[in-house]
Structure formats: structure tokens, C-alpha cells
């Protein structure tokens, strides 16, 4: 009896489904990742695309280009959003600071102290004026439509020693991106800022090139770094992964409110399987990470002040540095103050 109840559900689920698929779409969103099936940018997408076609009722169909099929870099895809040629693309602040370089604030170290507190500044206002900004810089072309995590949180890591205090970090060849920001922030705490590209970065381990990095567990193990002699990692957790959803403005204002409405929950759904994917996944590459012989330390709170006020000089560079700096730093900041003191609020509630 229940396998027949069950396979009627199943078969009039996967017709209604059918049925909507047939139905021509009135609005087609294509969007794009520059990543592969195993990232949290892909489990959002997958997340996205399912509400937003189903709750549209069909109007809307979202197809999916992971990978370089539409774009490879960051300004060539934020160019395609701004033409019109890409919907819908995720970026990193990295990749998305040559053109919007105020992004860079995501990777200001030690401003949020954990997941829930990014998780709730980035669903709050401080997203919609980092929106304001960018529409304003792109005249009007490019929409924030939410930020989401792609990695969970950057941590030290390095090849030689355990790092509990800054003065661990000195004199270690710190790989880094070729951008300002985090070459001041690894000088700020006494090690070497070292740009390498990422592709180079295992042979550069093995070679003694670079002595350490600043990465998510997910991709330390997932680039296989401890067999490069990456064998120390820190969980100062400087740095919260954020990942900057772009989309279209004209695509987006061009759909009637209610389709408006459909997107917007849409990018709701998918900042959440976002926060979510890395959770989940880091449990495992922390453990195969250890269980590899690796040393995870875990830096008490007096040594993670410690960290927090020898990188504070990185702040000033860059709202005195950064065009429109000091406007979204200031924006973050309060938006964390108050995040801290509705969620100290709610211990205190729930502790009673």
C-alpha cells in the first residue's frame, strides 16, 4: 500500500514538474560560476535555480554555466553583467575589487568574530548599501543581490611552525594575492607577503617559495597542500569568505514586482545553502587534515586580541587608501556592533 501511495506521489510530482519545464519561460535568467559541482557557488545556484523556477510557477527558467563557458575573470564577467551578456555571477571581494574596490572591507581582518554574527551583517542593511555603492560606481548596471560564503573563514597556514602569537608569523613567506590589502595585512603581523598565482602555489610549498598561505580548510585539502608540507594550520579565522552575488539591473527592474519578489527569495534561499555548504564540509577536511598528521591550533581569546591589534594599522591603510574606504568600513563596523548586541541579547534570554 505505501509503495504504491509513494510512487503515485513520485510520478504526479515528476509530472507537475514536467509540465512546468514544457511551459515556455517568460523570463530567462542565465548565470554563471567560475567554479565546479563541488563548491558552495554551485550549491547555491542548484538551490536558486529550483525556487525561483518552481515558485515562479515556470515564468522563470534560470540556466546554470559553471565553469569559464560564459567568462574567466572577474572584471571580463562583471563586464558581462554591466552588457547584459551574463544575468547573474559570483565573485569573490578579490575579484571583484578592480572594479568596485570597496569590496575589499570583507577581507579586513578580525571585524567578525564568527558565523553568526557575518552571517547576520550580510543578510541586513550593510548588503544593501554595499548595493547603493556599486550601482552607483556602475551607473546603474550592476546590482548586488546578496553576499553568501564560498570557503568558510581564511586561516593561516604554513609549512614550518605552529603560529599562536603574531610574533610566531615573523619572518614566514606568506603567499598572497596580487593586491594591496592582504600584502599589508601579512606586514602588519611581521611575515613576507609573497604573490603567487594559486596554480603554483603546491610546487611553491614544495620548493620553499613560500612558507604559508591564507585559506579555507576546504581548500587546503582539496588542492592536497599537506603533501606539499603544509602542516600547520591556525584557526585565527581573520577572515570571513564572502561570496558577492551580481546581477543585471535592468534584467532584474525589467521583471514585474512579483517576479521581483520570486528573485530576491530566490538569493535569500541560496545565501543560506551558502552559509550552510562550508559547515558542513569543513568537518571532514579538518579531520582528514589531522588524522594526515597535521597541527590544528586553536588560538585562546587573549592570543586572537593579540592577532586583532597587530593587524589594526591595516584598517586606517585602507579607509585612508581605499576610494570610498571609509564609508563601507564604517558601515560594517556599526552593522557588526549591532549584530553582537541583538545576539548577546538573545544569550542573555536564552541562557534564563
Excluded at 35 to 53: C, Q, R
Aim: net charge negative.
Amino acid at each position: 500500500m505505501f509503495s504504491k501511495t509513494f510512487k503515485a506521489v513520485a510520478t504526479a510530482a515528476l509530472v507537475a514538474s514536467s509540465a512546468i519545464a514544457a511551459q515556455a519561460a517568460d523570463y530567462t535568467i542565465r548565470a554563471t560560476a567560475n567554479s565546479n559541482e563541488n563548491d558552495e557557488d554551485y550549491d547555491g545556484l542548484v538551490v536558486f535555480k529550483n525556487f525561483v523556477e518552481s515558485a515562479s510557477n515556470g515564468a522563470i527558467e534560470v540556466e546554470l554555466f559553471i565553469g569559464t563557458q560564459l567568462c574567466s575573470k572577474g572584471a571580463e564577467c562583471l563586464q558581462g553583467v554591466a552588457d547584459g551578456t551574463i544575468d547573474v555571477y559570483i565573485s569573490t571581494s578579490g575579484g571583484a575589487s578592480g572594479i568596485f574596490p570597496y569590496v575589499q572591507v570583507l577581507d579586513l581582518p578580525y571585524l567578525m568574530a564568527n558565523d553568526r554574527i557575518a552571517e547576520t551583517v550580510l543578510a541586513g542593511d550593510f548588503t544593501r548599501k554595499m548595493r547603493e555603492m556599486a550601482l552607483a560606481d556602475s551607473g546603474d548596471s550592476i546590482r548586488l543581490m546578496t553576499i553568501g560564503n564560498t570557503g568558510g573563514w581564511r586561516n593561516f597556514a604554513n609549512t614550518k611552525r605552529r603560529v599562536a602569537s603574531p610574533s610566531d608569523m615573523e619572518g614566514l613567506k606568506i603567499r598572497t594575492v596580487v593586491a594591496d590589502l592582504p600584502q599589508e595585512l601579512v606586514r602588519a603581523l611581521g611575515a613576507s607577503p609573497t604573490p603567487i598565482p594559486w596554480p603554483e602555489l603546491f610546487t611553491s610549498f614544495q620548493t620553499g617559495v613560500v612558507e604559508g598561505s591564507k585559506n579555507g580548510i576546504t581548500d587546503i585539502m582539496g588542492m592536497k597542500f599537506p603533501d606539499a608540507g603544509l602542516q600547520y594550520v591556525t584557526l585565527d579565522g581573520h577572515a570571513y569568505m564572502g561570496a558577492l552575488w551580481w546581477m543585471n539591473n535592468q534584467k532584474f527592474l525589467g521583471m514585474p514586482e512579483d517576479m521581483r519578489r520570486v528573485v530576491v527569495d530566490g538569493f535569500s534561499a541560496l545565501q543560506q545553502a551558502t552559509f550552510a555548504s562550508p559547515k558542513r564540509k569543513s568537518i571532514k577536511a579538518y579531520e582528514d587534515f589531522v588524522a594526515g598528521g597535521g597541527d590544528l591550533y586553536v588560538p585562546t581569546p587573549a592570543e586572537k586580541a593579540a592577532f586583532k591589534e597587530a593587524a589594526a594599522p591595516v584598517y586606517d591603510w585602507f579607509k585612508g587608501n581605499v576610494k570610498g574606504g571609509e564609508e563601507i568600513f564604517d558601515a560594517l563596523t556599526a552593522a557588526v556592533a549591532d549584530a553582537e548586541a541583538d545576539i548577546e541579547a538573545g544569550m542573555a534570554s536564552d541562557l534564563n
